[in-house]
């Protein structure tokens, strides 16, 4: 069934047991993402597992056993398939189909047809729901912000919600991420709200010298040594180490689903045409030869590494610039040796 606008926080925040598959799609793939972001939340903080839509094609009833399997360490999970077409609607069939499930499926899309079996399948099963993302612009995104983060347990006023909006371009998984972080900074959750003020956003924003910043990540994920260590010895004493990590966190946001089509078959080229006029035109060389030698899962593990390097650096009031560049430094060798 369609998710209605009006009863979409509700479903994300407080989902119905009765739901098995969760279905986001649409133009808007990063908001598609921060909506199954959120979700992942709302299922208990469940962990994503995630299985490829080439493997559900393949063996469909292989859905339907992952998702009523048991978690092997007890908690929440989730399935999370990314990206999701028709090649799925038979497994996802099998899901609906059986008689019990333990974990929601949570299946991410680009634009469907109108003639798409799996969105067919997913407006009309009432153990489905599916909910399709469009671009938000000016005050529709504004709204969006002031509602991931009241999701993440922050008040925020209509002009720090504006910023937010701008810093991220637009970009719900970016403003979302960002929001977290601010939230993890301040101690804020749903329980116990903190206010998000512009003193914290110039402390640790995506707009402060992002270029800079995002130039010693772009340096270790093509592995070029060299230059990484020539970049972080002219780094300032403290203070920097929290905004570099977000820049790469955004760098490894934006590659990982493009890599995952690239794994699915999809031309580099292909995919770098998703990000249309996003993708400034001197970082296309940089895009898509990260895209060639990053794994998804290896990405996912860099992306595991530097978020928890970033978690420890947050909660703790020392600098710490031999932290990160033993982080960027290993990130780079793991670049040597993807070649």
């Known amino acids: 069934m369609k998710a209605a606008k009006a009863s979409l926080s509700k479903a994300l925040d407080r989902p119905d047991p009765a739901i098995r598959l969760y279905l986001f799609h649409g133009p808007d793939e990063p908001g598609s993402r921060a909506l199954a972001m959120r979700l992942l939340l709302g299922l208990g903080n469940a962990e994503k597992f995630i299985v490829t839509g080439q493997s559900v094609k393949s063996d469909p009833a292989a859905l339907a056993d992952e998702a009523g399997a048991m978690?092997?360490?007890?908690?929440?999970?989730?399935?999370?398939?990314?990206?999701?077409?028709?090649?799925?609607?038979?497994?996802?069939?099998?899901?609906?189909?059986?008689?019990?499930?333990?974990?929601?499926?949570?299946?991410?899309?680009?634009?469907?047809?109108?003639?798409?079996?799996?969105?067919?399948?997913?407006?009309?099963?009432?153990?489905?729901?599916?909910?399709?993302s469009y671009v938000p612009e000016g005050r529709d995104m504004d709204r969006v912000v002031v509602d991931l983060a009241r999701a993440a347990g922050l008040r925020i006023s209509p002009d720090v919600a504006q910023r937010v909006a701008s810093s991220a371009n637009n970009n719900q998984a970016i403003a979302a991420q960002e929001l977290d972080k601010f939230a993890l900074f301040l101690g804020a959750d749903r329980e116990n709200p903190g206010e998000l003020d512009h003193a914290t956003i110039d402390l640790l924003g995506a707009d402060s010298a992002e270029s800079d910043l995002m130039r010693l990540g772009d340096f270790a994920l093509a592995g070029r040594m060299e230059d990484l260590l020539d970049e972080l010895s002219r780094l300032p004493h403290?203070?920097?180490?929290?905004?570099?990590?977000?820049?790469?966190?955004?760098?490894?946001?934006?590659?990982?689903?493009?890599?995952?089509?690239?794994?699915?078959?999809?031309?580099?080229?292909?995919?770098?045409?998703?990000?249309?006029?996003?993708?400034?035109?001197?970082?296309?060389?940089?895009?898509?030869?990260?895209?060639?030698?990053?794994?998804?899962e290896r990405l996912a593990e860099a992306a595991s590494r530097v978020s928890t390097l970033e978690r420890q650096l947050m909660l703790t009031p020392v600098c710490d610039e031999a932290a990160l560049g033993e982080t960027l430094v290993t990130i780079a060798r793991a670049a040597g040796r993807g070649r």
């Not at 989730?78 to 028709?86: K, L, Q, R, S």
């Not at 499930?101 to 399948?121: F, H, P, Q």
């Not at 580099?268 to 895009?287: E, H, N, R, T």
């Open 238 to 296: 403290g203070g920097t180490e929290i905004p570099i990590l977000r820049a790469l966190q955004r760098r490894l946001l934006m590659l990982a689903p493009l890599r995952a089509r690239v794994e699915q078959g999809e031309r580099v080229d292909g995919v770098m045409a998703l990000m249309g006029k996003a993708l400034f035109w001197k970082d296309k060389p940089l895009i898509q030869r990260l895209l060639s030698t990053w794994s998804a």
């Open 71 to 132: 978690a092997l360490f007890g908690g929440k999970r989730a399935i999370w398939i990314e990206p999701a077409g028709d090649d799925i609607t038979e497994g996802v069939q099998a899901l609906l189909d059986a008689p019990a499930s333990e974990s929601a499926v949570i299946a991410l899309a680009g634009s469907l047809r109108k003639t798409s079996s799996l969105l067919k399948l997913a407006e009309a099963h009432p153990a489905a729901l599916s909910h399709c």
